[in-house]
């Protein structure tokens, strides 16, 4: 049967719930780092960051698609101040979603730490400095919680349009 719903295409689809869950869960690793025994911290700054890398490739591949490919259309459509706000959340997220783990690249690189990928390491080229990485930590921390409660505003609308409004918005980003 064909579905007379227009939805987001597979790409997008993939890539929006790969990038929600990797971002619950570097943001979930960087609140408790130091909640892990003393001897795991290297490892579990290594984890976060090698998810949060992940983040920023695949948001940088999503931004790359979603400029080639027009978002489905709404139905029924929404209303225009709706579909600004709409449009500019989206864009909103997407800047976090990219300035968020660009900014912990200079955050881990001056406490003076590397990436460990497994087959390979990368030293950091920079001297540790504690009067950078403090004020980066913090700027990469608020920027984080500000990318999670736009997030979170975000799920609550999509969980608005389908339990209240139940129009079809939410179908359009399911699997
Ligand atoms: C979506 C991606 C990311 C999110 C949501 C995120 C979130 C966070 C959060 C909430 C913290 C805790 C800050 C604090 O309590 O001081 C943190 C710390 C940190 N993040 Fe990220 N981060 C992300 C990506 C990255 C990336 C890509 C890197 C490096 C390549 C990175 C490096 C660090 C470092 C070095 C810390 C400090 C850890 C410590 O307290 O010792 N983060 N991050
Ligand atoms: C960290 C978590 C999330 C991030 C960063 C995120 C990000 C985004 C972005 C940037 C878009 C715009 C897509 C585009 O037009 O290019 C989008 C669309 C969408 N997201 Fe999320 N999302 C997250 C979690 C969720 C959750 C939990 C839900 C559902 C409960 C959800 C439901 C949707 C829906 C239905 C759309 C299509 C909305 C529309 O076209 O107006 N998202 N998301």
Known sequence: MIDPLPRYDAV???LHWAVALLILAAFGLGLTV??????WKSAVINLHALIGLAVLVLSLARLAWRLGHRPP????PLAPLAARLAHLGHL????LMIA???IGVPTLLFRGLGLDFGLFQLASPLARNREIYRPLTEIHEL????????AAGHA???????M???????????P
């Not at 609550?156 to 389908?162: L, T």
């Open 143 to 150: 920027g984080s919680y500000l990318m999670i409660a736009l």
């Open 92 to 95: 909103l997220l997407y800047v």
């Open 164 to 174: 209240v409004a139940r129009d079809q918005l939410m179908r359009r980003m399911l």
């Open 156 to 162: 609550a609308v999509a969980v608005f349009h389908q």
């Open 73 to 76: 259309p709404y139905q029924p």
């Open 100 to 102: 968020v783990p660009a």
């Open 34 to 39: 130091d909640d892990f025994p003393s001897g």
């Open 12 to 14: 997008a689809i993939t």
